[in-house]
């Protein structure tokens, strides 16, 4: 596989009232293309406003992102950014054949409906989102991006507001959709298991200032199962090792 996104020395520092913030220091991560690669590291250490920085929504205050080896300075086209507020991201006033149309020039009610269709919700193109459990919304909002046709699907904690059965179908769901398009995922998570069983590799950040303190490929064999895959001595050695990592104290 290419290189498809890179990430070089990137940092950023904010202004608070107590002064400059150093939040990220010297990012380096490089994504395949057709890669599924995870973000973990400790609460607050800047996993989500790195992927604002990939994304184009944030800029660095140092370094660069390069995709396909253009530099990012503004949402490039082919990128869709899955926010962790699902809720918000979706038109309560609209269908949900309407939300996932949203933004989308000349959309075909026959692609949206194939879209719906991946995520399993065919039958509820003409329900409204409030209408909808929350797991069942974020597909609404899964089914949006795919619509867009990405090459890189950037998602920030996607699934931190479900419950725990509604998340492993989610993380399923995801896993058929990456295996089906082959487009390039970056998840950043603070669910271990999730990143490990989801993941071709896991990039573990430091504490506060971030760097990237180690990449972790992943030899759990694919297809993967979410009983059986979670039981593999590879799925346990593999967390067993980020977990302690992010457990050091300070």
């Not at 400790?42 to 992102?65: W, Y």
């Not at 089906?180 to 995922?185: D, K, S």
């Not at 490929?217 to 009983?227: H, T």
Request: glycine share 6%; hydrophobic share 45%; proline share 6%.
């Amino acid at each position: 596989m290419s290189e498809l996104l890179q990430v070089r020395r990137v940092a950023k520092t904010f202004d608070a009232r107590e002064g400059q913030v150093v939040a990220l220091r010297s990012i380096d991560l490089t994504v395949l293309k057709g890669e599924f690669v995870s973000i973990v590291g400790p609460s607050g250490c800047g996993k989500s406003t790195l992927l604002q920085i990939i994304a184009g929504l944030v800029p660095a205050s140092s370094g660069e992102v390069l995709l396909e080896g253009r530099a990012v300075v503004a949402p490039p086209e082919g990128v869709v950014y899955l926010f962790q507020q699902y809720s918000r991201s979706l038109m309560p006033w609209l269908t949900v054949e309407k939300n996932v149309q949203f933004g989308l020039q000349n959309a075909a009610p026959e692609r949206c409906a194939h879209f719906l269709d991946m995520v399993g919700l065919a039958d509820f193109r003409a329900r409204y989102p409030w209408e909808l459990s929350g797991g069942m919304q974020q597909r609404v909002a899964i089914a949006r991006a795919l619509a867009a046709e990405p090459r890189v699907l950037l998602l920030d904690e996607p699934f931190s507001s479900v419950d725990a059965l509604t998340r492993l179908d989610l993380n399923g769901l995801i896993m058929d959709l990456w295996t089906r398009t082959g487009i390039t995922i970056l998840l950043v998570t603070h669910d271990v298991e999730e990143a490990v069983y989801l993941s071709d590799r896991v990039a573990l950040l430091t504490r506060r200032p971030a760097e990237v303190a180690q990449v972790f490929p992943n030899a759990l064999p694919r297809p993967r199962s979410p009983v059986d895959s979670r039981e593999d001595s590879r799925f346990l050695a593999l967390r067993h090792e980020l977990l302690t990592r992010l457990l050091q104290p300070a």
